[in-house]
């Protein structure tokens, strides 16, 4: 990303998601996921290879398609009301939410490590909202998806080794809980996303020195207080008692107007989520416990940690 104009289409992407967000019809929402998938696809060419084409390719395609179905259902809508739930797999097509995902971990697999948290992140809010303002009918359409998603985010993750797939499925695992989130208010989902988003910050900061992929190597190269803050980062996203990640499944829980039996997905598909991140640093940890941490050292690590953990507390006492 050293070349000038990847700071247009990093603007066209922020502004494009400020679109979606202030939207007040079908059109402009889609001019804006239009304009936010165009200036996104630039910055997955990261080193400019042939494999990075090909993901992109992989990315452009279904992406199309979602915003594709997305606009001709809202028009069809006009006549047959019926078609309304198109607009729902459209947005879900477009989140990599299961069992639409099959574009999603093929994607983040070929992608550098900056633009895949930017798919992770920031790429996840302008659908998650488009559905939030969708009507009651049509965000009761999205539930059989998260439970989905929930359930296949953990039982998925569970065989994987390779980090970008690991925070994947994790990914797919959230979106259930985002869509869920749907169900209660604007607020507890704006907590939510931004919880997520600071918690993924604090691992790639961690992870940016050295590049890292399996996760046999995770902790293997970091100092103590790196692989520290590393491993809670993990178990927050994985929602580990009392950290961020579980306040913010706690406050859904509460908040949320989902039946029992989506309920009941979401904490089993966080609990398998939360047994597979358990086991990645539970060896970590022991080690960590006979080195004598420096506490003078202060990193952007400890810094984005930090932020990860206490700004969505303070929400949550803000709001609530």
């Known amino acids: 990303?050293?070349?000038?104009?990847?700071?247009?289409?990093?603007?066209?992407?922020?502004?494009?998601?400020?679109?979606?967000?202030?939207?007040?019809?079908?059109?402009?929402?889609?001019?804006?996921?239009?304009?936010?998938?165009?200036?996104?696809?630039?910055?997955?060419?990261?080193?400019?290879?042939?494999n990075e084409s090909e993901t992109a390719m992989k990315y452009l395609v279904p992406q199309s398609l979602g915003s594709?179905?997305?606009?001709?259902?809202?028009?069809?809508?006009?006549?047959?009301?019926?078609?309304?739930?198109?607009?729902?797999?459209?947005?879900?097509?477009?989140?990599g939410a299961a069992p639409f995902h099959f574009w999603f971990p093929p994607v983040m697999v070929g992608l550098h490590l900056l633009p895949a948290f930017i798919l992770l992140t920031w790429q996840k809010i302008a659908p998650i909202f488009a559905i939030a303002t969708f009507s009651p009918s049509l965000t009761n359409d999205v539930l059989l998806v998260a439970s989905i998603s929930a359930l296949w985010g953990g039982i998925a993750g569970l065989n994987q080794t390779d980090i970008r797939s690991l925070l994947t499925y994790s990914s797919i695992a959230h979106?259930?809980?985002?869509?869920?989130?749907?169900?209660?208010?604007?607020?507890?989902?704006?907590?939510?996303?931004?919880?997520?988003?600071?918690?993924?910050i604090s691992i790639y900061t961690t992870l940016t020195s050295p590049s890292l992929k399996s996760h046999k190597q995770l902790f293997a190269t970091h100092s103590p207080n790196s692989s520290l803050l590393?491993?809670?980062?993990?178990?927050?996203?994985?929602?580990?008692?009392?950290?961020?990640?579980?306040?913010?499944?706690?406050?859904?829980?509460?908040?949320?107007?989902?039946?029992?039996?989506?309920?009941?997905?979401?904490?089993?598909?966080?609990?398998?989520?939360?047994?597979?991140?358990?086991?990645?640093?539970?060896?970590p940890l022991l080690s960590l416990a006979k080195v004598r941490l420096d506490k003078s050292y202060i990193s952007k690590s400890s810094v984005m940690f930090s932020l990860a953990q206490i700004m969505p507390l303070s929400s949550f006492l803000f709001f609530f």
């Open 230 to 283: 590393l491993a809670i980062s993990i178990l927050s996203l994985g929602g580990l008692p009392p950290l961020a990640g579980f306040i913010m499944k706690l406050l859904v829980i509460k908040f949320t107007q989902v039946g029992l039996m989506v309920l009941l997905a979401l904490i089993v598909g966080a609990l398998v989520s939360l047994f597979f991140y358990l086991s990645l640093t539970f060896s």
């Open 68 to 95: 594709t179905i997305f606009i001709a259902s809202a028009v069809i809508s006009l006549h047959l009301n019926n078609l309304q739930s198109l607009m729902s797999i459209a947005m879900c097509l477009k989140l």
């Open 175 to 200: 979106t259930g809980w985002m869509l869920a989130a749907i169900d209660s208010s604007v607020t507890v989902l704006s907590v939510y996303v931004m919880t997520y988003v600071l918690i993924n």
């Open 1 to 50: 990303m050293k070349s000038p104009n990847k700071s247009l289409f990093l603007f066209l992407m922020i502004m494009s998601t400020c679109m979606v967000l202030s939207s007040s019809n079908w059109l402009m929402t889609w001019m804006g996921l239009e304009i936010n998938m165009l200036g996104f696809i630039p910055l997955m060419f990261f080193k400019e290879t042939a």
